[in-house]
């Protein structure tokens, strides 16, 4: 998939600007249309099963902005610690107009608030899991919804991307885990700036400083996540991993024996053994006939 344009980027940028505009204008029509609860459904998760070993997760409730709740993060956690066999790479995505707006604290104000705002153990089974995680991001991503996708390993997003988490406007102390996963994705500056001063990072900026890989229109977002993880299942299982265990390793979010996984790349008839075999018979084939007369 090509990258995307300047005229692309603006193109994308009004066309999210006119569906907020179209959501804001209407939103009185809808409320009259329904009764209102005292505490909305939760978020719900629906799946797809991809060709080719992908597994995409997806959060399904755009009109609430895809909160989290906590049957939510709990459906999440499950689905990534127990994917369908076979599956080689994961998809975490959303349905439109934001990727996530943060905790539902709707459902805080009901019940256990300190279980479910910024808990230290909230997507631990995302960053256990051996399997590679992509995630594909749009509208607002704010608070739990960064804590999520900081919990995959590549993020891209469309042109209006947005990221924020406002714990000191609502007062919040973040755990020590949130934390250390903005600090380990934008540094310390720029995570003292999110937290203490307010900041919102735009998707230029995230690039910017490496918190997302590139930035693709708004209509191709979930194609080009699902290309990339179909890019990555398509290689060494083996690799892909244990290179994902020993990177949360060194940015200590588990333990495990690299030397064990490192290992595993060198035992007989390894991924590793067969491309090496490829490229020296594909040598040999290139010298043979460049002597050939």
Request: with cysteine; glycine share 8%.
């Given at each position: 998939m090509a990258p995307i344009t300047k005229?692309?980027?603006?193109?994308?940028?009004?066309?999210?600007?006119?569906?907020?505009?179209?959501?804001r204008s209407t939103k009185w029509v809808r409320d009259r249309r329904r009764h209102r609860v005292a505490v909305p459904p939760a978020t719900p998760v629906t799946t797809h099963r991809h060709p080719n070993n992908v597994f995409e997760i997806r959060l399904d409730a755009g009109e609430r902005r895809n909160v989290l709740g906590r049957s939510t993060i709990d459906r999440i956690e499950e689905l990534v610690a127990s994917p369908p066999e076979g599956t080689r790479a994961i998809v975490v995505s959303a349905a439109p107009p934001d990727?996530?707006?943060?905790?539902?604290?709707?459902?805080?104000?009901?019940?256990?608030?300190?279980?479910?705002?910024?808990?230290?153990?909230?997507?631990?089974?995302?960053?256990?899991?051996?399997?590679?995680?992509?995630?594909?991001?749009?509208?607002n991503v704010i608070g739990g919804g960064l804590e999520l996708a900081l919990s995959a390993d590549v993020r891209i997003a469309s042109p209006e991307t947005t990221f924020a988490i406002p714990a000191a406007k609502l007062g919040l102390v973040y755990s020590e885990t949130g934390i250390r996963l903005v600090v380990d994705a934008v540094g310390e500056s720029a995570a003292r700036a999110?937290?203490?001063?307010?900041?919102?990072?735009?998707?230029?900026?995230?690039?910017?400083?490496?918190?997302?890989?590139?930035?693709?229109?708004?209509?191709?977002?979930?194609?080009?996540?699902?290309?990339?993880?179909?890019?990555?299942?398509?290689?060494?299982?083996?690799?892909?991993?244990?290179?994902?265990?020993?990177?949360?390793?060194?940015?200590?979010?588990?333990?495990?024996?690299?030397?064990?996984?490192?290992?595993q790349s060198f035992v007989p008839d390894s991924d590793l053994f067969k491309s090496i075999a490829a490229f020296v018979a594909r040598r040999a084939q290139s010298v043979s006939r460049s002597s050939s007369p």
């Open positions: 005229l692309g980027h603006t193109m994308s940028l009004w066309q999210a600007r006119a569906s907020r505009r179209w959501q990727f996530c707006a943060g905790y539902d604290l709707i459902e805080a104000s009901q019940g256990d608030a300190e279980g479910l705002i910024a808990h230290e153990s909230n997507f631990a089974s995302l960053r256990r899991v051996a399997i590679p995680i992509v995630a594909a991001l749009q509208g999110l937290f203490l001063a307010g900041r919102s990072l735009s998707a230029e900026s995230a690039v910017g400083i490496g918190l997302v890989s590139e930035i693709v229109g708004r209509e191709q977002l979930r194609d080009r996540a699902i290309e990339l993880a179909t890019q990555i299942a398509s290689w060494s299982e083996v690799a892909s991993s244990g290179n994902r265990q020993i990177l949360d390793v060194v940015a200590g979010r588990v333990e495990r024996d690299t030397e064990a996984l490192r290992a």
